[in-house]
């Protein structure tokens, strides 16, 4: 007899050890930058992987590289971004660039605040109505390093 209440508790142990075992579903990229305050269009729609570790450094991948043209400017991503987010800041950011005149200059970090989203070009720093960030910008060139797209002025 003491085999059917063995059975019996084996049972609910399985049951809970399977529902234990479900998959994790993480944060999209999107869903991500919505927990930290940063519009979504900060990238383009390509970046769809990431590792966020506890001290808050991430790795972000993207399909391919990728250029952008946002507000007039162009902006080119590497395969790989990598940095440090917390709550409306990004900071020691690698792997996105903005094109001055004819060389692309790194972007280092950005920070959201009342309103403005304020991008840091070395130790320079542009600011830009949030509003202007509404969606992710489409990629018009597959890599960054390319010499022959256009040159633009940043002011």
Same mark, same amino acid.
């Given at each position: 007899?003491?085999?059917?209440?063995?059975?019996?508790?084996?049972?609910?142990?399985?049951?809970?050890?399977?529902?234990?075992?479900?998959?994790?579903?993480?944060?999209?990229?999107?869903?991500?930058?919505?927990?930290?305050?940063?519009?979504?269009?900060?990238?383009?729609?390509?970046?769809? &992987?990431? +590792?966020?570790?506890?001290?808050?450094?991430?790795?972000?991948?993207?399909? #391919? @590289?990728? %250029?952008?043209?946002?507000? *007039?400017?162009?902006?080119?991503?590497?395969?790989?971004?990598?940095?440090?987010?917390?709550?409306?800041?990004?900071?020691?950011?690698?792997?996105?660039?903005? &094109?001055? +005149?004819?060389?692309?200059?790194?972007?280092?970090?950005?920070?959201?605040? #009342? @309103?403005? %989203?304020?991008?840091?070009? *070395?130790?320079?720093?542009?600011?830009?109505?949030?509003?202007?960030?509404?969606?992710?910008?489409?990629?018009?060139?597959?890599?960054?390093?390319?010499?022959?797209?256009?040159?633009?002025?940043?002011?």
């Amino acid at each position: 007899m003491a085999a059917p209440a063995a059975s019996a508790l084996l049972l609910p142990l399985l049951l809970l050890g399977l529902a234990l075992a479900a998959p994790y579903d993480p944060p999209t990229v999107g869903e991500l930058m919505d927990r930290f305050g940063l519009p979504r269009a900060l990238l383009p729609e390509t970046a769809r &992987r990431y +590792l966020l570790h506890e001290d808050g450094t991430f790795e972000l991948f993207l399909d #391919d @590289g990728c %250029v952008v043209e946002a507000g *007039g400017y162009q902006v080119g991503y590497d395969i790989e971004l990598s940095g440090t987010v917390s709550p409306g800041v990004v900071t020691g950011l690698e792997g996105v660039r903005v &094109r001055v +005149l004819f060389v692309w200059v790194p972007i280092t970090g950005v920070e959201v605040a #009342d @309103g403005e %989203v304020t991008v840091h070009i *070395g130790p320079v720093k542009k600011s830009f109505p949030v509003v202007g960030f509404k969606s992710s910008p489409q990629c018009i060139a597959g890599t960054v390093v390319e010499d022959d797209l256009l040159p633009f002025t940043l002011w």
